[in-house]
């Protein structure tokens, strides 16, 4: 691919734009109906596949900066799954999360993620697969799928016991609460926190950053440093299957969630 190379683009799912050597792709708004749709699936992992083959591209920035990705669109969803040919939508919706998981890690750039407002652990989850996380002073981490007696998508108990330790992977994931910007940084699973107005143009700065290295040297080390990682897609079969376990139960109520 030439060095000129544009790859700004306007989809359904996201857009994006290009600042020298870094892509900024921010996801849309109904991201998890999108995320159901094939067509879709398709167009992003096009995407990903034409910048990894840009050797003039050495960073991105993941903005899920959404209007609506909090807890009341993840409820909705799961809500709206309410009849048995609907299961094939969750199933749709969890390959697809592990291949955009699977493609963040693997993808041969620098991956920052920017994300600010009310956050579900999906969204948590495609930044804990980032290489950098960069949240808002007013970023707020919540877990809806314990409403739900669900279980969380995209790999966060895999990337945060393996960051954190198993205590504070359990503190994150199974406590009830909602964890503030400054808590994230305190547990550490943010490296940078800013103000709102500033998210986009400190996370273009850090782009830009790790852009002043040679590509060879970035994807070398991106490659190091995910090593352990090597057993991911294993764990995010196994995600899958322990969340058809609790969907396929007798006791799970699909309009209500887990019966206690």
């Given at each position: 691919?030439?060095?000129g190379t544009?790859?700004e683009?306007n989809?359904d799912?996201?857009f994006?734009?290009?600042?020298k050597?870094v892509?900024?792709?921010?996801?849309?708004?109904?991201?998890l109906l999108?995320?159901?749709?094939?067509t879709?699936?398709?167009?992003?992992?096009d995407?990903f596949d034409?910048?990894?083959k840009?050797?003039s591209?050495?960073?991105?920035?993941?903005?899920?900066?959404?209007?609506k990705s909090?807890?009341?669109e993840?409820?909705?969803?799961?809500q709206?799954?309410?009849?048995?040919?609907e299961?094939n939508e969750?199933?749709r919706l969890c390959?697809?999360?592990?291949?955009?998981i699977?493609t963040i890690?693997?993808?041969?750039?620098?991956?920052i993620?920017?994300?600010?407002?009310?956050?579900i652990?999906l969204?948590?989850?495609?930044?804990l697969?980032c290489d950098y996380?960069?949240?808002?002073?007013?970023?707020?981490?919540?877990?809806?799928?314990?409403?739900l007696?669900?279980?969380?998508k995209g790999g966060?108990p895999?990337?945060l016991?393996?960051?954190?330790?198993?205590?504070?992977a359990y503190?994150i994931?199974?406590?009830n609460?909602?964890?503030?910007?400054q808590?994230a940084?305190t547990?550490g699973?943010?490296d940078?926190?800013?103000p709102l107005?500033?998210?986009e143009?400190?996370?273009?700065?850090?782009a830009?950053?790790?852009g002043?290295?040679?590509?060879s040297?970035?994807?070398?080390?991106?490659?190091l440093?995910?090593y352990?990682?090597?057993?991911?897609?294993?764990?995010?079969?196994f995600?899958n299957?322990?969340?058809?376990?609790?969907v396929?139960?007798p006791d799970?109520?699909?309009?209500?969630?887990?019966?206690?």
């Amino acid at each position: 691919m030439s060095k000129g190379t544009n790859l700004e683009e306007n989809h359904d799912f996201f857009f994006t734009k290009r600042f020298k050597e870094v892509i900024i792709l921010t996801l849309k708004e109904n991201l998890l109906l999108h995320a159901t749709n094939l067509t879709d699936r398709d167009t992003i992992q096009d995407y990903f596949d034409r910048v990894s083959k840009c050797r003039s591209v050495k960073a991105m920035v993941i903005n899920s900066s959404l209007e609506k990705s909090g807890p009341k669109e993840y409820l909705e969803f799961y809500q709206s799954m309410k009849s048995k040919w609907e299961r094939n939508e969750i199933r749709r919706l969890c390959n697809i999360m592990n291949q955009f998981i699977l493609t963040i890690t693997e993808l041969n750039k620098i991956v920052i993620h920017a994300c600010s407002g009310s956050v579900i652990a999906l969204f948590l989850n495609v930044s804990l697969a980032c290489d950098y996380r960069i949240i808002a002073d007013n970023t707020v981490f919540c877990n809806p799928y314990l409403e739900l007696g669900m279980l969380p998508k995209g790999g966060g108990p895999f990337f945060l016991s393996r960051m954190l330790g198993p205590g504070k992977a359990y503190e994150i994931l199974l406590l009830n609460r909602e964890i503030t910007a400054q808590q994230a940084m305190t547990f550490g699973i943010a490296d940078q926190m800013v103000p709102l107005e500033k998210l986009e143009d400190s996370a273009l700065e850090v782009a830009h950053r790790f852009g002043e290295h040679y590509a060879s040297s970035l994807s070398g080390i991106k490659k190091l440093v995910n090593y352990s990682l090597k057993e991911l897609k294993d764990y995010l079969e196994f995600e899958n299957k322990e969340i058809f376990r609790i969907v396929d139960s007798p006791d799970f109520d699909r309009s209500r969630g887990y019966k206690c």
